[in-house]
Structure formats: C-alpha cells, structure tokens
C-alpha cells in the first residue's frame, strides 16, 4: 500500500509569482484535503476536494485554488505569492469523512 | 469558529517522567485524532477517540476523550528520547454539508532529554 506523497520537496518563489503543488493520495482513498502550516504553528484547514469537486473550504482567499483528478490525485494552486504564503503545504488523503493521512510536505519558500 | 487549545506549548522533561499534554475547547467535535510530527515532516496519526469518555492506549501513550467530547488528554508513561516531537490534537466538527476539515491546536513541543 502506496502512502500519500508529494512534489516537489522544497520551493523557493518569488512574491507575485504563482506556485503549483501535487499530491498523490494513499491507495484506495478518494478525498484529499489540503493544509498550511506555518512555522510553529498547527496546520490550517485550505479546502477540500472529493470526486473532483471542492466540497469544503477555510478561511483562505480565492487565490488558493485546487484541482483533484479521476485518479484522485491533487493539485494545489497558489497565485500571486505574497511572503506571509511561506509554510509547510501538506496534503492528507482519506476515505470520504474518515480518518486523514498525511504526506511529508512541501516547504514553499517566498522572497 | 472552532479551537484547539493545546497546553501546554513546551515541555522538557527527563527520561523516565511521565507527563501529560492537554487539548481543549468550547465546542463539540464528533472524533479527536492525535499526531506526532518531526521537523520538516507531516503529521503522523497516533489515534483517533470517536466516543465521548474513551481511553485508548498504544504502548506507553494513554489517550482520553472527555465525556462531553469538548477535550482530550494524552499522557506519556515513562518518557524516553524517542518520543521528542510535536504533538498535535485535531477535531473533526459536525458539518451540515461539505467539509470543515481538521481543526488543530498549535501543538506541544516535547523534548525528552537522556
């Protein structure tokens, strides 16, 4: 059994530019929600995708935007970065509304 | 809005304590889970406490639900060097329609010192 994984490790950008984050959920896992975490801090609910339609969102701007596909993998998209965006991405898969597991992270850097 | 709070934020102890870390909040979540997680790494599941006064425990760790399902507690039984991380609690609310995600306290940093 495949856990959750995601690209790319660690990110440097630029304020203003745009960022895309994937993530591939655990085998058999339909539902992928995605989280930010800024240092010190517990991760932070973004929004979350189940048979590729958003179906939950948190207190995050319309510049964050996602993606899930038929294969249940995800995309998270970040517009016009601004330094505060800098955090640890993580995503969790899950079954529906049971239990979430996570993958490693991606560490976005903004400058 | 719903919160977590997480008591306490830091703790050193030495190997061989015991400790306790706390989570608590005003509102009612339908399930808690426990996470550890390291530096630069995701949330590792620990448990998940579904029902209203349940103790679950998995070696030396003892997880507990609160009766009315506002708070948890977890408690560490002869601490060891291992068990150094952030330990974070998260609620699942109940939602009338899509999804709330996970709500999580800010974690309690634990260091285990030899």
């Known amino acids: 059994e495949t856990g959750v994984t995601q690209s790319p490790t660690h990110l440097i950008k630029t304020r203003g530019q745009q960022v895309t984050l994937r993530c591939s959920s655990q085998?058999?896992?339909?539902?992928v929600s995605w989280y930010q975490q800024a240092l010190g801090q517990g991760p932070q609910f973004i929004f979350q995708?189940?048979?590729?339609?958003?179906?939950g969102r948190g207190n995050f701007p319309p510049r964050f935007s996602g993606l899930q596909f038929p294969n249940y993998s995800s995309e998270l998209n970040v517009n016009a970065l601004e330094l505060d965006d800098s955090a640890l991405y993580l995503c969790?898969?899950?079954?529906?509304?049971?239990?979430?597991?996570f993958g490693p992270g991606t560490r976005l850097t903004v400058l | 809005t719903q919160l977590l709070e997480q008591s306490p934020q830091f703790l050193s102890i030495q190997e061989g304590e015991n400790l306790t870390v706390y989570c608590n909040s005003s509102s009612v979540f339908s399930s808690l889970q426990w996470y550890r997680q390291e530096p630069g790494e995701g949330p590792v599941l620990l448990v998940t406490?579904?029902?209203?006064?349940e103790v679950k425990k998995l070696k030396r760790l003892t997880f507990q639900f609160g009766d009315a399902r506002k708070d948890s507690s977890l408690h560490i039984t002869a601490a060891q060097p291992g068990d150094t991380g952030l330990y974070l609690c998260a609620g699942r609310g109940y939602s009338g329609g899509g999804a709330d995600g996970l709500t999580f306290g800010k974690g309690t940093h634990l260091i285990i010192q030899p």
């Open positions: 995708y189940y048979r590729e339609e958003e179906n």
């Open positions: 406490v579904v029902t209203g006064g």
């Open positions: 969790a898969s899950s079954f529906g509304p049971s239990t979430q597991y």
């Open positions: 085998s058999g896992h339909n539902t």
